[in-house]
């Protein structure tokens, strides 16, 4: 069982950048493949980004592209998730998660549902 914490999350104004981390622990973190989410206020949980085992495939929902860069380090057990000119819609609590790689999870990285394995989630804020 991988148990996921997340860090980095803050307030930042409109056109800065901020680095999320999530470091795994308890499981055989080269065997997952990982993903980012978000949940503003209100809303509902959303992808924003996904990475296979190596590094290799990477995914980004459309309103990040060219702006968030994810990436891996299987030999610290971490995921980061490079937040470059944000904007206030980027606002929300930014959560990890965690599934063993598969055919399934390529078919399905997008979607909360096809992940077991979440962290607590952290907070960004991009003021105007």
């Known amino acids: 069982q991988v148990a996921l914490v997340e860090s980095g999350g803050g307030l930042v104004q409109a056109g800065g950048s901020l680095r999320l981390a999530c470091a795994a622990s308890g499981g055989t973190f080269n065997s997952y493949a990982m993903g980012w989410f978000r949940q503003a206020p209100g809303e509902d949980r959303e992808f924003v980004a996904a990475?296979?085992?190596?590094?290799?495939?990477?995914y980004y929902y459309d309103s990040v592209k060219g702006r968030f860069t994810i990436s891996r380090d299987n030999a610290k057990n971490t995921v980061y998730l490079q937040m470059n000119s944000l904007k206030p819609e980027d606002t929300g609590v930014y959560y990890c998660a965690a599934e063993p790689f598969s055919t399934r999870w390529l078919a399905g990285y997008k979607w909360a549902y096809d992940y077991d394995h979440w962290g607590q989630g952290t907070q960004v804020t991009v003021s105007s």
């Open positions: 990475i296979g085992l190596s590094g290799g495939r990477t």
